[in-house]
């Protein structure tokens, strides 16, 4: 309904007051989606909707964290506005691990060749001493295949952001299941190795 209501032949003004009740919805699907609908729509006040929606999320989804909860950070992640990236900051910090995850999960999935580097570079690197674990089997129902770091049953958020890091910084890392923490700590030497480099360079 909503696509169908974008695509419409209706003024821009009623499309506008649609989406921003689905932007004020309580339900992250809903919202989502409105705001997503929003940003395509050039609405001059979405960066103000995004940081509000970002401000009220709760700290643990009520849905897979696969779902929906990665897609605020998404709309960061094409962003160039510092006052949303820091928004996004302040969530991170205050969300369950799993939510965390799927944020830095979106660093990566949404940089492209025309995206600066540098605000992804710059929120993941501020985790790599987050020693908080992202255990699927603690809540098996919450995590699935698609899953930040499915790859791995049991992980630390600094582990994970050093994989999300190598990835920005083109450092060429194979995720290894397998890893002892030895292979954890020497994966997070290199890439704060690599970023002292970036550093220097930016």
């Known amino acids: 309904m909503v696509y169908a209501l974008v695509e419409s032949d209706l ?7 649609s989406l921003l009740q689905g932007a004020r919805h309580p339900g992250l699907s809903h919202k989502s989606l409105a705001l997503s609908c929003l940003l395509d729509m050039n609405y001059k006040s979405f960066p103000e909707l995004l940081i509000q929606a970002l401000d009220e999320l709760p700290a643990a989804p009520d849905e897979p964290y696969y779902s929906t909860v990665g897609s605020l950070a998404a709309m960061v992640a094409n962003s160039e506005d510092p006052k949303a990236w820091q928004a996004l900051l302040r969530l991170a910090k205050r969300v369950d691990v799993g939510t965390r995850m799927e944020f830095l999960n979106h660093m990566s999935y949404c940089c492209t060749k025309n995206t600066p580097l540098e605000p992804h570079i710059n929120f993941v690197r501020q985790f790599l001493d987050d020693t908080s674990v992202r255990d699927v089997k603690s809540n098996p129902e919450m995590f699935n295949m698609l899953s930040a770091g499915s790859t791995f049953d049991k992980i630390a958020v600094r582990d994970f952001a050093a994989l999300k ?11 290894d299941p397998t890893w002892t923490e030895a292979d954890r700590q020497q994966l997070r030497q290199r890439v704060k190795a690599k970023l002292k480099e970036w550093d220097a360079q930016h």
Do not use: I, T
Not at 165 to 175: H, K, P, Q, S
């Open 11 to 17: 003024p821009r003004k009623v499309k506008l007051e």
């Open 165 to 175: 890091l190598a990835y920005l910084l083109g450092l060429d890392v194979e995720r």
